[in-house]
């Protein structure tokens, strides 16, 4: 069976103490601007050796409020079910503005490359409907499998905090694919995407939209391809089981009645000095890939995927 998960089991108690953390910043305020993008288009190329040639076309409308500009993080490494830490192998990273002259920086920042196309510096100017286009290699990111390799990859991670309308990846290959799976939705999701098609060689998935902080990843099996040898950041680690933690259960339960106690109230203060008034949540989920926003918001970070695929689908956004 397919692995569903790119994070390493660490057992009850690192849960209980994830959800205790996480409760306050599910809380945080959203925000109310209107930016969007209206169609996110992944074109992906696999050649025999195994390398994916990325091509992504992003159709971003910022709409009526002033912005710097657009951002892009793609991530270096992901989380593998059963294999670890893996280096993606990404080079040459290039990235544009379609019928603009906007200023491009792309630069490694945290063991991630981040890609800016804006005036980050100056004024924010960017007001309308935008298209960039941002490509990339991946030298080791497809895994071994019966007969040829896999492709499990996040095209989007759950790291964005704006609505995608229309999301589309398409994949070629030397031959068609014995498998082609596809998620969508929150962290770990295993539910479908709205649809996968096959012509020869070409799969085409699509998703008719994804809420902030959803995902969409595709699980692809591919015949007459040679996986790449793997580079491991940092291997798998081994299952924590649940006698392991038994005579620390007291210490635990009062760190998270503790941590549940600070997050109430920091809650409760916020709510009061806004005056009563409760806004939206934005999740809050890990993964390969960070973001954030030079200006008023709608930025955000890579994360794990629909169905907890690894790759390149960081996390992006206006300024």
Do not use: K
Not at 42 to 47: G, K, T
Not at 117 to 127: L, N
Not at 140 to 160: E, F, K, Q, V
């Amino acid at each position: 069976m397919a692995p569903r998960s790119p994070a390493r089991r660490l057992g009850p108690l690192a849960a209980l103490l994830a959800l205790a953390v996480a409760a306050p910043l599910t809380g945080a305020a959203a925000d109310a601007e209107d930016r969007r993008i209206t169609s996110f288009t992944a074109d992906l190329d696999v050649s025999a050796d195994g390398v994916v040639e990325v091509r992504e076309e992003i159709v971003y409308d910022f709409g009526t409020e002033p912005d710097p500009g657009f951002f892009r993080t793609v991530p270096e490494t992901s989380e593998f079910a059963g294999y670890g830490l893996l280096d993606l192998g990404l080079t040459g990273v290039e990235a544009y503005e379609e019928g603009g002259g906007a200023p491009v920086e792309i630069a490694r920042e945290s063991g991630e490359t981040v890609v800016r196309i804006g005036d980050f510096a100056g004024e924010p100017a960017m007001t309308g409907v935008h298209t960039f286009v941002v490509s990339y290699r991946l030298e080791s990111a497809l895994l071994p499998a019966d007969g040829g390799a896999r492709a499990y990859l996040n095209i989007i991670g759950t790291g964005w905090e704006i609505p995608i309308d229309a999301a589309d990846a398409r994949i070629s290959a030397p031959e068609p694919p014995a498998d082609a799976i596809c998620y969508a939705g929150e962290h770990l999701s295993t539910d479908p995407c709205d649809s996968v098609s096959e012509d020869g060689a070409m799969t085409t998935f699509t998703q008719g939209g994804l809420a902030p902080g959803e995902a969409f990843s595709v699980d692809l099996r591919l015949p007459g391809v040679s996986a790449p040898e793997m580079r491991v950041v940092e291997p798998a680690g081994e299952a924590v089981e649940w006698s392991d933690f038994q005579p620390l259960m007291p210490f635990a339960v009062g760190v998270v009645m503790l941590l549940i106690l600070v997050g109430t109230l920091v809650s409760s203060e916020r709510e009061g000095r806004a005056g009563g008034r409760r806004s939206g949540s934005r999740g809050f989920y890990g993964g390969g890939g960070g973001g954030g926003g030079g200006g008023g918001g709608g930025g955000g970070g890579g994360g794990g995927g629909g169905g907890g695929a690894g790759g390149g689908g960081g996390g992006g956004g206006g300024g």
